[in-house]
């Protein structure tokens, strides 16, 4: 994240030079208010100028060690603050190695559909770098159809992969021209729980990797017919052991729910107004950084 051409120039250098990266990304899609109001996100693209001056930078800094530097961005703030062609445009010009289009508006936030007619219109647009797209990869078969409809180079996954990662291997095999395999049973998605669950563990250390799995649980289950009280259990879990035990006490054979695969993982809110930064609408040329820009604001988008 970040707004400032020089601010991000030197945290991608930073990253660079400890060698703890292999591909920088910059978010220019996440709407949420916290972010957005400090001109950060889905906002910056709103500054044309300041945009490019924040991808030069990276790019900058991260070419002497080879490092590409990516961008994702969404559609614009809304219907009447249109900004992905020029964005995209503007990416291909500045030496971006790829770029991502979640084709919703900030102001869509997660809600409706996806616009994938926006990817084809960048896609046609932008010809020298890939584009790939974003929005609405529940399953391997809505990714092949996105490339067919729109001839975009890939996607980007979100929140289709949440308690889902087997959802990358049904990609790989849906572009490889094999046949998708069956949505798992219960035990199989419960065997990944608690690699995942101990994963964390191992990484974070016990107390905080398991509570750092708890949001993980329910998206995991979903279109499992286990149960709120399950649900519940799994999300209030306290060590590894409690979570063998309940995984224990469930049935193994159990399928998922006819239609499970599309049901909505993660983030459902919107339509939501876009705050920005007091009269930032009134130059997009204005190459002024927004005030507060250095605040740390993590988010997703």
């Known amino acids: 994240y970040g707004s400032d051409p020089e601010f991000v120039g030197k945290a991608v250098r930073a990253l660079c030079e400890q060698d703890i990266a292999d591909h ?4 220019f899609g996440c709407p949420a208010t916290k972010v957005t109001r400090k001109g950060g996100g889905a906002a910056v693209p709103v500054k044309r100028n300041l945009t490019r001056a924040i991808m030069a930078a990276a790019v900058k800094a991260a070419e002497p060690f080879g490092v590409p530097v990516t961008c994702k961005f969404r559609i614009g703030i809304d219907d009447d603050i249109v900004t992905f ?27 409706g559909h996806a616009r994938w007619d926006a990817i084809a219109q960048l896609k046609r647009e932008v010809r020298t770098i890939p584009v790939l797209g974003n929005g609405d990869i529940w399953e391997a078969k809505d990714a092949v159809q996105m490339m067919q409809q729109t001839g975009c180079d890939g996607v980007v996954v979100g929140r289709g992969c949440l308690g889902k ?4 291997r049904d990609l790989v095999d849906a572009f490889s021209g094999r046949e998708i395999q069956q949505s798992p049973d219960l035990g199989f998605v419960l065997d990944v729980m608690l690699e995942h669950a101990e994963g964390l563990m191992s990484i974070m250390g016990p107390e905080f990797g398991i509570r750092n799995f708890r949001k993980h649980a329910g998206w995991y289950l979903t279109g499992y017919p286990v149960g709120p009280e399950t649900r519940r259990a799994f999300s209030t879990v306290a060590t590894h052991s409690d979570m063998q035990a309940l995984a224990s006490r469930l049935d193994r054979s159990m399928r998922l729910v006819e239609g499970g695969e599309r049901l909505t993982r993660g983030h459902t809110n919107g339509p939501i107004k876009v ?3 007091e009269g930032y609408l009134q130059n997009r040329d204005d190459m002024t950084v927004p005030d507060d820009d250095k605040v740390a604001a993590l988010s997703g988008g």
Not at 24 to 27: A, G, K, S, V, Y
Not at 85 to 111: K, P, V
Not at 165 to 168: A, G, K, M, Q, S
């Open 24 to 27: 920088i990304d910059m978010n």
């Open 85 to 111: 062609i020029e964005t995209g445009l503007a990416a291909e010009q500045e030496g971006l190695a790829m770029i991502a289009l979640h084709a919703r508006t900030a102001e869509q936030h997660y809600a």
């Open 165 to 168: 990662p087997w959802l990358f």
């Open 275 to 277: 705050v920005l930064p």
